[in-house]
């Protein structure tokens, strides 16, 4: 068992979780189709939330370290249109990126935009930033 204070719950022996046996959030989803392409498999269907964070944890310690990709330090990325949550609404921290670089470009903050949508215009804004 922890002592207070270290680690955290989402530390926790995922056989512990309270909640281990629901589906996988959008977010578990999302995260795992993206270790997965990078490491060239498939995502098994139906998966709890407690599967997946062990499979998630299971790709992300299999991943080759950066240097040794053969992209060099760039990671592998799936294009957006291909993003198992693509459709969704942007997220928080989507929308408030893109306000600071709107901000930062003297231009309005798109609105109303999907996550992939807004990943793209995250990388507009960004060119547009780069000197």
Do not use: C, F
């Amino acid at each position: 068992m922890k002592a207070q204070g270290e680690g955290s719950d989402a530390e926790k022996d995922s056989s512990q979780w309270v909640t281990g046996d629901e589906p996988m959030t959008g977010p578990q989803a999302s995260y795992l189709e993206t270790l997965a392409h990078q490491a060239g498999e498939t995502v098994p269907e139906g998966l709890t939330k407690a599967r997946a964070s062990d499979e998630i944890e299971r790709l992300q310690s299999s991943a080759a370290p950066a240097g040794d990709s053969p992209e060099g330090n760039q990671p592998v990325e799936r294009p957006t249109d291909e993003w198992v949550t693509g459709e969704e609404p942007m997220t928080g921290p989507q929308a408030s990126y893109l306000e600071t670089l709107a901000q930062q470009a003297g231009t309005e903050p798109p609105t109303g935009l999907s996550k992939s949508q807004a990943s793209r215009a995250i990388d507009e804004l960004r060119a547009k930033a780069t000197p």
